[in-house]
């Protein structure tokens, strides 16, 4: 049974080309609409099955006389079913003379964090296991946005999301199609609001990041994926607003294609 199994799943396979894409982007981060804060890239490679993303931020101008930052971040996880489940997710995050990393894995037990140095204060209420469980990190919530726009082409969904101390949700709304022309691309976007809603892990001295106006993101419409990568990213700010722009695109698409041999 189990070889009739394996030798159907292979003729689905070998009837069906699997196909990877790889994703090269650079975005320019600016407030006030002209002042550069910083830069960030992404490497992407998504497939059906799965997908590995590296990310980092790199602050710049002006912003570098109040807090010199440079962030990596990387995640890795299944698809299934169109669906995101994260398993690795890494940070090291160096700022103002300081650093942190931080290594989170999914397993069936739950979600395990190794954190250095470890945070002091967890907030109130801090974030619970069965929270932690139901969230994704915050790279893997970015792909599951971008993976769900690029499949349904409508800005809808909730989703839970955890960085190793707060739990908050990230929420699409709205959607107008729109053109886009910079940084190597040109066509159709799907415009969303993007609502930030804190849930746990946060104390009085984060007001601040409690109280997050509404943004917005625009998600590429690309052909022959379905993967959407962001291009635009706005969130308000007491003056001005905070930009992120596509800088630069790259993509690279690979059928790899599996045909059973007889020995």
């Known amino acids: 049974m189990r070889i009739a199994i394996a030798a159907l799943a292979l003729a689905l396979c070998a009837a069906s080309p699997a196909a990877a894409d790889r994703f090269s982007l650079t975005y320019d981060a600016s407030g006030l609409g002209f002042v550069p804060l910083g830069a960030m890239t992404v490497d992407a490679n998504v497939s059906a099955e799965d997908y590995e993303v590296t990310a980092t931020i790199q602050s710049r101008g002006i912003l570098n006389l109040f807090e010199r930052?440079?962030?990596?971040a990387t995640s890795s996880g299944l698809i299934q079913n169109g669906a995101v489940h994260w398993q690795r997710y890494d940070l090291d995050h160096r700022y103002s003379r300081k650093r942190r990393v931080i290594a989170m894995q999914a397993t069936d037990a739950g979600v395990t964090a190794e954190i250095t140095p470890n945070y002091r204060i967890w907030g109130s209420p801090p974030t619970s296991d069965e929270q932690?469980?139901?969230?994704?990190?915050?790279?893997?919530?970015?792909?599951?946005?971008?993976?769900?726009?690029?499949?349904?082409?409508?800005?809808s969904g909730v989703y839970p999301t955890f960085d190793g101390r707060f739990h908050y949700?990230?929420?699409?709304?709205?959607?107008?199609?729109?053109?886009?022309?910079?940084?190597?691309?040109?066509?159709?976007?799907?415009?969303?609001?993007?609502?930030?809603?804190?849930?746990?892990?946060?104390?009085?001295?984060?007001?601040?990041?409690?109280?997050?106006?509404?943004?917005?993101?625009?998600?590429?419409?690309?052909?022959?994926?379905?993967?959407?990568?962001?291009?635009?990213?706005?969130?308000?700010?007491?003056?001005?607003?905070?930009?992120?722009?596509?800088?630069?695109?790259?993509?690279?698409?690979?059928?790899?294609?599996?045909?059973?041999?007889?020995?």
């Open 69 to 72: 930052t440079n962030l990596t």
């Open 132 to 155: 932690r469980r139901a969230s994704r990190d915050p790279v893997s919530t970015l792909i599951a946005m971008a993976i769900d726009v690029g499949e349904n082409r409508r800005c």
């Open 169 to 263: 949700l990230m929420q699409l709304s709205g959607g107008d199609i729109d053109h886009f022309r910079g940084g190597g691309y040109e066509g159709e976007v799907l415009k969303c609001d993007l609502a930030y809603i804190a849930v746990a892990g946060y104390e009085a001295r984060d007001a601040g990041r409690r109280r997050i106006p509404e943004g917005e993101v625009w998600f590429a419409l690309m052909p022959d994926t379905t993967f959407a990568p962001p291009v635009r990213i706005t969130t308000p700010l007491s003056a001005g607003a905070a930009n992120i722009r596509l800088a630069s695109y790259r993509r690279a698409r690979v059928d790899i294609e599996l045909t059973a041999t007889t020995p």
